[in-house]
């Protein structure tokens, strides 16, 4: 393929942009080259700027749920924007998406929505924290939770009782509040609560993170959770700007059966537009200003076409809950095809799946945590980004991505897929 024209883009972006880009993923350096601009997208397809059609894996990350520029999404932006693009003042829209989101997820009286999942997560942990009057977080190694300080942390040299930062900017003053606990090893967490008992506010999880790859929870690893936090009034967040109206349409507190305390939202919510959210019951929601002391506020919150753009997304959802069985059939039928192919190749490889989110790994040990996914072997994940992106297909640009099925791809495309990894295949030796 030719990307002649998305490279002069490309430099002509870092002139003005850092890196060239608005969020570092995009620059692709945890693969090489560079990155493809991308002209529009219908369906399960991106069209770039020098006329190569790509199989969308990606999905933005995520929200395009049912397939790019998907038609009542654009109608109901169109027909808003006619309307006037922001007030500042309340419209009935926000309470229609409200309470279709009260409706759908499982354990919410209330939802407050934001402009960004970071946002949703930063503010989730403030409410938290005004709540049970506590001051300090757990949040599990590999999980995303958004750029905010109190995220931005990493394990402390030796000690297990507070992190550092992993970004320069972030205080030392913020990371001793964060403790880091390991995903799907609940001995890490229980030791991190006793250390610090009646210290801390709340346990921050993607409970099926996908940001280290897809890793799902084992052993009844989100239940033993939620037993530890009853036990010791700790808030339970679950950080579902992933998985929320995507693995069901309750997301994981639906799908496994497990309730959080708090649970943020952002991308499918967002119909493609910058949206998040998050919600509780009312006793954790009255905390929140105006009606309670707890702040946060934001000017284009609920803004009307982000608004129109969530609500038309959500009531398809609501409105087809096959969807996801289909996406979820279309991901396992995925899986079975770069299984066989990588397998009659002889290559080691891990692939781990949850409804519509997968990934693949190449190594030979279980991909249960950050740990076992960063033993991927990355050099043959370049190769293997590379090889299939020549064939077409966009890939997410790190082996620490999910992929995120979206329902416009067909069968045909997925076979498709298949086949461009099996012509591949031979350099992934
Ligand atoms: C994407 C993501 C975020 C951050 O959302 P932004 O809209 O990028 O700020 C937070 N948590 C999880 C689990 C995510 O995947």
């Known amino acids: 393929m030719i990307y002649k024209r998305s490279s002069q883009l490309f430099n002509e972006a870092k002139q003005y942009i850092p890196g060239g880009v608005n969020s570092p993923v995009r620059a692709f350096n945890a693969v090489g080259g560079e990155p493809i601009y991308i002209k529009k997208a219908k369906g399960a397809y991106l069209y770039d700027e020098d006329g190569n059609t790509l199989i969308d894996y990606i999905a933005s990350w995520g929200p395009m749920i049912l397939g790019h520029a998907h038609q009542p999404v654009v109608d109901a932006l169109i027909d808003k924007t006619k309307l006037g693009t922001s007030f500042g003042i309340p419209t ?8 279709l989101a009260v409706e759908m997820v499982p354990n919410i009286d209330k939802i407050r929505f934001v402009n960004s999942g970071t946002e949703a997560c930063m503010s989730a942990v403030r409410l938290a924290r005004g709540f049970t009057k506590k001051d300090k977080i757990i949040k599990f190694a590999g999980c995303y939770h958004g750029h905010s300080d ?15 930062p992993n970004s320069p900017g972030v205080t030392k003053g913020t990371a001793k509040d964060t403790l880091l606990a390991n995903y799907n090893d609940i001995d890490s967490v229980k030791s991190l609560v006793k250390a610090n008992e009646d210290e801390i506010a709340c346990i921050i999880i993607e409970p099926v993170p996908g940001n280290m790859g897809c890793i799902l929870p084992q052993n009844d690893f989100l239940e033993q959770l939620r037993e530890l936090c009853d036990t010791h009034s700790i808030l339970l967040v679950f950080d579902e700007v992933m998985t929320g109206f995507r693995l069901a349409p309750g997301g994981v507190q639906e799908l496994l059966g497990v309730k959080a305390d708090i649970v943020t939202f952002g991308k499918v919510v967002g119909g493609g537009l910058p949206v998040g959210a998050f919600a509780a019951r009312q006793e954790i929601m009255a905390h929140l200003a105006p009606e309670g002391p707890v702040y946060q506020a934001g000017t284009l919150s609920g803004n009307p076409l982000a608004m129109a753009a969530g609500l038309a997304m959500l009531t398809e959802l609501n409105s087809k809950p096959e969807i996801f069985d289909e996406l979820a059939q279309k991901t396992a039928y995925l899986h079975e095809g770069i299984a066989k192919v990588l397998t009659n190749h002889e290559i080691t490889h891990q692939i781990n799946r949850c409804g519509s989110m997968i990934s693949v790994h190449f190594t030979d040990e279980p991909v249960v945590d950050f740990e076992s996914a960063a033993k991927g072997n990355n050099s043959k994940f370049k190769t293997y980004f590379h090889g299939m992106l020549d064939r077409g297909i966009y890939l997410p640009p790190s082996a620490f991505e999910s992929y995120f099925l979206n329902n416009a791809l067909s069968y045909a495309d997925l076979d498709h897929t298949i086949e461009a990894l099996d012509d591949l295949a031979p350099d992934l030796k």
């Open 92 to 99: 009935e829209i926000e309470t229609k998406i409200a309470q």
């Open 150 to 164: 109190s995220f931005l942390i990493q394990a402390g040299s030796g000690a297990v009782t507070f992190g550092a």
